[in-house]
C-alpha cells in the first residue's frame, strides 16, 4: 500500500517560549500532530520547522511530500517569500495543503486565496462546539454530527475568504458568534483545507476527534496523480502543428518559436 | 442617476512602440475601452497608464473608483508591487475589477487567483467564436447566443484558474482550441471578470458585441455598498463585551487589548 | 424607475387556523412581508396564497412576476404538481425565487435543489444571533455585521442543501446549534435565496433587520432581462446551417428536422 | 481490497431497435460500458435495464451499489417516477451517479439538477476534440490535455445544468459549438458526474480515452463512507436535551414529540 507522504510544517516558537505550550506539546505542536497522522497506516508523517534551513521545505523534500500541514502564529513574517512561492507552486502542481488554525494568516494561504483571510477572535478559553455541514464527506469519516472542545480560541465570522468548494464544518461558540472551522479549496491540481481548531495554549490537537479529522484531511487532499512539471508555462502553439488546420493571417506581434510576454 | 465611475487601466506600451497597434488603437487601447463605456449613460470612464506616477492608482483615485478595468501585457514586472496590494485591498473591500486578455498574467489577478493562470497560446488570426454558457447573465445582457470575432489570438485550456463562481462564456477557435473566455468570482466585497478577447493587433475592442459586454460587466462588477475600511483588521472581542455572558478560562497567549499575532 | 413585481405566496393555513399566529399577523404573513416590501420605492408587492384557484399563480400572474416569496409549513402536500413545475420553468427562465423558513420542505425548493433540504429543529423561542459572512453582500446591504432574533424556532446543521453559491449569513442558536440562514443558488437564468427565519408563532416579519433583508433580497434576486421563451427546448442545428462547413457522415437515428427523444 | 460495485444501468431499446446500435454494441450499450468498468481491478460491474422489473433497480440492490451509471434516450419517460425518487435517495445517501450522453434528458438527472438540462444537438457525425479543463483531476487520471473522438454527435452550449462543483472537461466540435462535456456535483453525500459523449450510432464506448474516463469516475465517485440512514429525517431536538441549557419560552405550535410538518 502507497503510504502518503505528510510534512507537518510548525513555526516552532511558542513551543520553545512559552511555559504553557511547553507542557502541552513537549515534542511541538508539529510533532503532536505528526504522531497523530503516523497513527494511520497509510500515513508517514515527518516534520519540518521555520529555524531549519529554508524552513525544511527545499526543492527535494516539497517533490516527496504528498500533503503540507502548516501552523504558524507569531512569526508569519519570518516565512521567506521564496519558500512561500515554492510551496504555492508545489500545492498548484498537486500537492496538498491543509492548513491550521492561525494560519490564517500564514502567507502561503494568503498567497492561496487572494483575500485577507481575517476574522475576529477572543482567547478566553471558551467551548466550541463542531457541526458537520457535509454529511459523509471524507473528512469527517467517522465522527459524529458534532463534537465539542471544552476551550479553544474564538475565531468569528466574517471570515474574509473567498467562497469554499466545500463547507464541511461550522463551529458554535460559547460566546455568541460562528465560523466556517473546515472549508475546503481546489488550487491548480492540489486541494487545499483550512481547519480552524488548534490554538496553541488548549491541549486541541490531543483531542481525539480532531486527530481524526487530521488524518481524515490527509487522505482526503493527496492527489495520487504525478505532480504538474514547469507548472507556470504557457506554452505557444504553432500554426503548423494545430489540431485543425488554419493559415497565419493578419498582423502580428511575435515572431515564430519567440517567448510569450510575462 | 448614480455614475458608476470606471477606470480603465492600460500599459500603454505596444500603442506606443508598435504601428499595427497604434493604428487600430490611436488613442490607446484604455482609450477605446474608455470610449467604449462612456456610451453608458450610467458610466463614467476615465483612463490611467503605467507610466503615470503610482500607476495612476493614488489612494485617492482608487477610492473613488467603482469598477477598475486592466489591460497589460509586455509590462507586468513593471507594476509596482506596492501597487499591486493597494489594488487587492480595494477590490477586497468592494471594488469591481475586470481584467482583460492578456491580463491572465497580470500580477493584480494572479495575486487574487492564487494560481499560476496560464493557458496555452498561438498568434494566427484565426476565427474565434465565443458562446454564451449562463444564459441571460447580466453580463451577456442583450447578446445572441453566440458571435464571432474574425480574428483573435488563440488561448487555450488549461486555464490555469480556481473553479469559477460562474462560467459566462466559452471559446471556440478555428484551429481547434477552447476556452472559458468570461468568468467570474468574488474576491472579498469586489466581484471580478476575467475576459479574453483583446488582442492588441486586432481591431476587437472596436467590435460591438465586446463593447456591449464590457459595458454590462461594470454594471454587473459595481458593488454600490460603502467600501470596507479597515480591510485587513482582525478585531479583538474582549471577554466583558461577548454577546453571549462568559467567563475567563484557561492560560494566555495575550494581555487584555493586546493586538493579534500577524 | 422600473418597478419590481414581487409576489408574496403565502400557505395562508396557520394565521386562520392558530390564534396565536392570527394576532402577530392579522394580515397574515404573506400580508406582513408584502407590506415590508412596499416599504422599498422600487418594490411593487402583491401576494397569492394556496387556496386561490391556481394558488394564485396563473401563467400570465407569473409572467409578470419578477420575484416570487415562498412562505409554507403545514401545507406543503396540498401545493399542486402542474403549479410547481409552472414556477421552476419560470425560475429557470429568469424569475427570483426567495424561500422561507419552513419553506425548506416545500416542493418547490426541494424540485430546485435535488437534495432532502432537511435539517433538525426545535421550537423553543430561543435567541438566534445572525452573523453577515459574506460582507457587502447586496442581501445584507445596510445591516450590522450580526444581529439577534430574540425568539426563533431552532434550524441545525446539518441542513441538506447542495453546496450555495454564496453563503450570506449564519445562524447562532442558544441551545448550541448552528444554521446556514442565508444562503444563494442560481437555476437556469433565476436567482434563488433561502432565508431561515420566520417561524409564525414569533414575530420575526415585523423585525426591522429581517425586513431589510427580505427587500434587498428582491431586490438581488431581480433579472432584469427578458424572461427566456420555451426554457425546456433543445434545438436540433441541422448541417446546412452549422456554423462552420461540414459533411454529413456516419449512421443517424434521426431524419432531417426531426425532433429529438425526452 | 474493497471492490467498488457499479451498476450501469442501459436502457436498452435502441440496441433491439436499430440494427447500426445492435451491431456496434451486439452486447448492449450496457455490457459494453459494463465491460471498459471490469477491467479494472478495484471495480466490479454489472448491467441493469429498463425491462427488467423495477428497471432492475430494487431497493436491495441499490443498497450495494455503490456507483451507478445511467444511459438512457428514447425512453426517459417510461422510467417509473418511484424508482427515480428511490435512486435519487441513494445518491443524496451517498451512491455514486454518472450520467451519459443524452442521460442529460433522463428523469434521474433532472430531478438532481433542479434545472432543465436542456442543449443544442446534431447528428452529423463531425469530430469532437474533448480538452481537459481540470488538471490532475482524478476524472481525467492518464489521460493528455485533449483527445479525439472522430464521430460524435454534437451537444451545443448553453447546457441548462446549475454551475458544476468543477469543470473537468470541455468539448470542441467541428460544426463550431463547444460544451461542457464533464461536469461534477455533489447532491448530499453522493458524487455525480456527467459526460457527454456516447451517441449510440457511434463506437464512442469502445473507445480507449473513453473507456479511461468511465473507470476514473466510478473510483472519483464512490464514497467508501456508510450509507445515510433514512436521508429524508427532520430530527426533532428536544428542550431537555438542548446541547446548552434553555428553557422552554413563547408560543409554541407543536407538543411534544410531535412530528413536523412535511
Redesign the interface.
Known amino acids: 500500500m502507497k503510504q502518503i507522504n505528510a510534512v507537518v510544517w510548525g513555526e516552532n516558537v ?1 513551543e520553545r517560549t ?1 511555559k ?1 505550550v511547553a507542557e502541552i506539546y513537549p515534542d511541538g505542536m508539529h510533532g503532536c500532530i505528526a504522531a497523530a497522522l503516523n497513527e494511520a497506516d497509510g500515513i508517514n508523517a515527518t516534520t519540518a520547522t521555520l529555524q531549519e534551513p529554508e524552513h525544511g521545505l527545499t526543492v527535494e523534500r516539497l517533490a516527496e511530500t504528498d500533503v503540507l500541514l502548516w501552523w504558524g ?5 519570518d516565512v521567506e517569500d521564496e519558500i512561500v512561492e515554492r510551496v ?1 507552486d508545489a500545492v ?1 502542481a ?1 500537492m496538498g495543503l491543509i492548513v491550521l488554525h ?1 494560519g490564517h ?1 500564514s502567507k502561503i494561504f494568503r ?6 483571510c ?9 467551548r466550541e ?1 463542531i ?8 473528512i469527517v ?1 467517522g465522527l459524529p ?2 463534537f465539542e472542545l471544552e ?1 479553544e480560541e ?1 475565531y ?5 475568504i ?2 469554499p ?3 464541511v464544518m ?9 465560523f ?1 472551522s473546515g472549508v475546503t ?5 492540489g486541494k487545499v483545507f483550512y481547519f480552524q481548531p488548534g490554538h ?3 491541549p486541541t490537537y490531543h483531542d481525539a476527534n480532531i486527530r481524526t479529522v487530521l488524518r481524515n484531511a490527509v487522505a482526503w487532499a493527496y ?4 505532480r ?1 512539471q514547469d ?9 503548423e502543428d ?3 488546420a ?9 515572431e515564430d518559436g519567440e517567448e ?3
Chains 1, 2, 3, 4 share one sequence.
Open positions: 511558542h512559552n504553557i502564529h507569531a512569526a508569519h513574517g504555492a498548484n498537486g492561525s494568516f498567497r492561496l486565496m487572494g483575500t485577507p481575517n476574522l475576529s477572535w477572543r482567547e478566553a478559553g471558551e462546539r457541526w458537520v455541514t457535509s454529511r459523509q464527506h471524507p469519516r454530527d458534532h476551550s474564538m468569528g465570522e466574517p471570515f474574509g473567498p467562497e468548494m466545500e463547507t461550522i463551529g458554535w461558540f460559547q460566546g455568541g458568534e460562528v466556517r479549496y481546489r488550487r491548480g491540481a496553541e495554549t488548549y492527489n495520487p496523480e504525478a504538474i507548472v507556470n508555462a504557457a506554452p505557444n502553439r504553432s500554426v494545430a489540431l485543425e488554419i493559415e497565419q493571417k493578419g498582423p502580428r506581434l511575435h510569450g510576454f510575462r
